[in-house]
């Protein structure tokens, strides 16, 4: 079978921007990840075949400690299942990444977070291993951290990149975020533009990852610049405002179909016509967006560097508090205006120092 347009652009309307009315309509999930280094030396700690401990060896002594379940993903390291509905995984380059379930209020969300990461240091910490909270490693270059999930997604992801530029590449493997799940509303049109129009300001706040390899770069967050630049075709700000469900259309449209193979990649609208072109196809085309604001069964506000948990009701109060109350949200439309892709730049670049932000 092949898919039409006019069936995508229903099923964008439908699924990702379809307004929700809930019964915790304050609800936010976190995913926040972090990169782990050898305590002594720097050196990036990998999930397995490390002549020292593995992180995978450390969490599953963990997880079998803390009742955790954990799930076999082949010949990749493995992932894990807490009791209240967290789960514990890899990001390409070994990075760990703790994803919340949703939580009815902020609270709740930094409580069990920061809980979490507590149990996760302390036993890295008594296996020499220190995770950091930067938005990007800044010890190790690129060729010290190989790629340690080899689904296909991840190989063909790589093989994509490749094509393309280092920024891809240093992105799976080298970055670290922290993400924030917020409900779609009752409104969904409006929290969509206040999201993208937030997401600059959202990216200079916490910059923290300037230092990349052991050396200074030119950006507050060397992490922003290495997703703005990874492939323009999936990647910035997605907004319009006569109609912002065409606007996500398009933008999926046109890029580039990752599955489609290369060398001849072709964009994904010119892709669908192919015959065995099917619904699992466009599903997984869509998660290889990287929208500073991506739409799922929520909006997935994408465009802080990882905090350390400490620190983490800073972004997570800041966000929900402008987005969730209704007269803070129409009092920060009003004055940040519209989304800005210019405004975007200049916040991986020069963070709080560009006089607009500050």
Known sequence: MSLSEAELLEDVRQRLFAPIRSANPHVIGLELELIPVHKTTHTRALATNDERASTAEVLSLLGRREGW???S?????????????ARISFEPGGQIEISTAPKPTASEAIDSTQGLVKTLRDAMSNA??????RGVDPFNAIDAVPLQLQRERYTGMT????????????MMRQTAALQLNLERGEDPKFRWRLLNSLAPIVVALFANSR????????WASYRAQLWRTLDPSRTGIIYDETGHVERYLCFALDAI???GGGPGYRAFRE?????AINREDWLFHLSTLFPEVRPKEFFELRSADTIDPDALAAPVVFVTSLVY???????????IGAPSEKLLERAGRLGLADPEIR
């Open 211 to 218: 230092q990349y390899a052991r050396k200074p770069t030119a």
């Open 325 to 335: 109350d209704e007269e803070s949200a129409h009092r920060t439309a009003e004055l």
């Open 69 to 71: 379940h954990e799930h």
């Open 159 to 170: 093989r994509y990149f490749d094509s393309l530029g280092p920024s891809g590449v240093q």
């Open 271 to 275: 892709w669908i016509h192919e015959p």
């Open 73 to 85: 993903n082949g010949g990749d390291p493995s992932s894990w299942k807490l009791a209240d509905g």
């Open 257 to 259: 179909a990752m599955r």
């Open 128 to 133: 020499g291993i220190e995770l950091l909270a």
